[in-house]
């Protein structure tokens, strides 16, 4: 872990739900487009879920953007489940939660265009009685436009992504992550 101290970015809090339960009324800032990223990404994973995966995405990509077929976040969730040995429906003896621990703004494009990156820490427990714990960081990049009067991921392929580094250390620090402040309704 790194000793040097960091650059904190605060997330604005979600101020409605929106399509698909997912949070939402993020401002029309790049810490908005942050935030949003944020909640649709744990909207689409935490319950490890194909078909919730899906519905999240057809909910918050724009026209010509990531479908349910082929953005990362269904992807993940499809892939974590096989290597469970799991179904696509998921299983109760598996809970997931992305806690977002740093983030950076990668890009902008005038207001209505941002590439925002998260680096989560994704925590799978598996099993009841003893159950395993596992840890890992997982990072998203995602192009987030202003569509009407929300962030949506837009079109295009998803942008590279971010290196997926344990926050806190030398390398994450390196590669521009900030601490992310959370509000509330991420806990």
């Given at each position: 872990?790194?000793t040097?101290?960091?650059?904190?970015?605060?997330?604005?809090?979600?101020r409605?739900?929106?399509?698909?339960?997912?949070?939402?009324?993020?401002?029309?800032?790049?810490?908005?487009a942050?935030?949003?990223?944020?909640a649709?990404?744990?909207?689409?994973?935490?319950p490890?879920?194909?078909?919730r995966?899906?519905?999240?995405?057809?909910?918050?990509?724009?026209?010509?953007?990531?479908?349910?077929?082929?953005?990362?976040?269904?992807v993940?969730?499809?892939?974590l489940?096989?290597a469970?040995?799991?179904?696509?429906?998921?299983?109760?003896?598996?809970?997931?939660r992305?806690?977002?621990?740093?983030?950076?703004?990668?890009?902008?494009?005038?207001?209505?265009?941002v590439?925002?990156c998260?680096?989560?820490?994704?925590?799978?427990?598996?099993?009841?009685?003893?159950?395993?714990?596992h840890?890992?960081?997982?990072?998203?990049?995602?192009?987030?436009?202003?569509?009407?009067?929300?962030?949506?991921?837009?079109p295009?392929?998803?942008?590279?992504p971010a290196?997926?580094?344990w926050?806190?250390?030398?390398?994450?620090?390196?590669?521009?992550?900030?601490?992310l402040?959370?509000?509330?309704?991420?806990d």
């Amino acid at each position: 872990m790194s000793t040097e101290s960091a650059t904190t970015l605060a997330l604005p809090a979600s101020r409605l739900v929106g399509a698909a339960g997912v949070p939402s009324g993020f401002p029309h800032t790049p810490e908005g487009a942050l935030a949003q990223l944020v909640a649709i990404d744990r909207a689409a994973l935490e319950p490890a879920v194909v078909g919730r995966a899906q519905d999240v995405i057809a909910a918050w990509a724009a026209p010509g953007g990531p479908t349910a077929e082929n953005w990362s976040g269904v992807v993940a969730v499809a892939m974590l489940l096989s290597a469970a040995g799991l179904p696509a429906t998921g299983a109760p003896e598996m809970q997931l939660r992305l806690d977002p621990a740093m983030g950076f703004i990668k890009g902008t494009v005038g207001d209505d265009f941002v590439v925002p990156c998260v680096d989560f820490v994704v925590t799978a427990t598996i099993g009841s009685g003893s159950p395993r714990v596992h840890r890992v960081a997982m990072a998203d990049c995602q192009r987030m436009i202003w569509h009407g009067d929300r962030w949506v991921i837009g079109p295009g392929p998803e942008p590279a992504p971010a290196p997926s580094l344990w926050p806190g250390t030398p390398a994450s620090l390196d590669a521009g992550y900030l601490w992310l402040e959370a509000p509330a309704w991420t806990d």
